[in-house]
């Protein structure tokens, strides 16, 4: 079985990690009715619109 013959360091093993490990950032899509930015699948918190439909009253 194989075996390290030297302990491999924290810089070496977070520098390997951290092109791996990153967290992405989250997707956006724009809302049909005002044109806002918002997460895709979730109601507008602009306008409150979904799906071509108002979920929610806002102001």
Avoid: W
């Amino acid at each position: 079985m194989a075996v390290p013959k030297r302990k491999m360091g924290r810089a070496r093993t977070h520098a390997r990690r951290s092109s791996n490990d990153k967290i992405a950032a989250p997707s956006r899509s724009v809302c049909p009715q005002c044109g806002e930015v918002k997460l895709p699948h979730r109601v507008c918190p602009n306008c409150g619109f979904y799906k071509n439909r108002e979920v929610i009253e806002t102001d």
